[in-house]
């Protein structure tokens, strides 16, 4: 996997590459050891605590105060107006944002289309319950069947025979 020292390594072995790499930086290490990180030098007497441009260095501080913590949430662009709670997002809220999707245009059903529906829906319980049942007379199950049958026949009769548009595939953005 490692690359011979005369020998350029191949630019796909990766180990070859993460050991030059290493080399580079001063790091040598044996099989089986992980990379570790330099530790960073101690600060001098004259350092201690302060950065470069006299402000406290990063570090171990104290956690901020109530008071500090309050005025930052409060300057904070999500908060909204300032009377306003915060408030939690639901999946709606995160998924559509400000989005509303638009009301889709739904044609009413005419009288005939319903008893069509009707029909067949009905007259399928009918000759179902008529099978089902011994106590009603098989001239019901006859009923039920012609209801179904007419109604299906006149719903695929409404269907339309020719495409909307030329070249219209159903399909709407």
Known sequence: MSAEAGRSPDPRDVDA???RMLRDEGL???PGQAP???AAPEPGPDEEGL???GGEADGPHEPPSAESRERAWAAHPSRGPRDAPPRELDDEDVLYGDFE???PDIPQATSAVLWSWTAL???FVLLLATALSASLPPLLGWAGGAAALGGMVSLLLRLPHAPRDEGDDGAEL
Request: aromatic share 6%.
């Open 17 to 19: 590459e993460f050991a």
């Open 28 to 30: 040598a290490l044996g």
């Open 36 to 38: 570790r990180e330099p």
């Open 51 to 53: 950065a470069e441009d």
């Open 101 to 103: 999707p638009p009301d």
């Open 121 to 123: 829906v009905g007259g």
